[in-house]
């Protein structure tokens, strides 16, 4: 099994640098400039690239937060993220329910801020997943509004960290941050 994960992890270390690495100047959603951006989910729509994110962070997340009952984010970044994880889950035979929370509440209905809450249960633990962070920003919010709406925050899991800030900010907060790779997989 450790040799497979290790091989998955090559692969998607691969396929992230050919799909959604790019060395060019861009302004981040933090507003910071820099001179490398990553699209995660150019890899994360990819077949292949939902199967490997699925299977990595769900290992990260069964090894650092064993007990968690489901996986999500702060849309959109890690709606596919939570999708991989959940269905991996499932065909492994021990599923997580996947879960999005909105950057706003809903704006008819019900006015939620998380979509599948209804099936975990008050005090649900669960991870928080995230593609790339940045200065965490992204990350602390899901983090703080799932706990609003009642749920135990285990941890924080990122595909990619910039080293920019976010791991610590998050930490700050009290949560660890597991991240598969960081710049220095990209921009050795």
Not at 60 to 87: E, F, K, Q, W, Y
């Amino acid at each position: 099994m450790a040799e497979s994960l290790t091989r998955d992890r090559a692969r998607l270390l691969e396929v992230l640098t050919q799909r959604s690495f790019e060395r060019r100047r861009v302004v981040l959603s933090s507003g910071k400039e820099s001179d490398f951006y990553i699209d995660c989910k150019r890899t994360a729509l990819l077949a292949e690239g939902h199967y490997l994110i699925g299977r990595l962070l769900l290992e990260a997340i069964r090894r650092d937060a064993p007990s968690a009952v489901a996986a999500g984010g702060l849309t959109l970044g890690a709606d596919p993220l939570a999708s991989a994880v959940s269905l991996t889950s499932f065909l492994e035979g021990a599923p997580l329910h996947a879960f999005i929370v909105r950057k706003e509440p809903k704006g008819h209905g019900t006015g939620q801020w998380i979509e599948g809450l209804a099936a975990l249960g008050p005090g649900a633990p669960v991870a928080i997943v995230e593609d790339v962070v940045t200065t965490g920003a992204s990350t602390l919010k899901a983090i703080e509004r799932a706990k609003l709406e009642g749920l135990t925050v285990l941890g924080a899991f990122a595909l990619v960290d910039r080293l920019e800030g976010g791991r610590e900010a998050v930490e700050a907060s009290g949560h660890r941050l597991t991240t598969l790779f960081t710049r220095k997989d990209f921009i050795p």
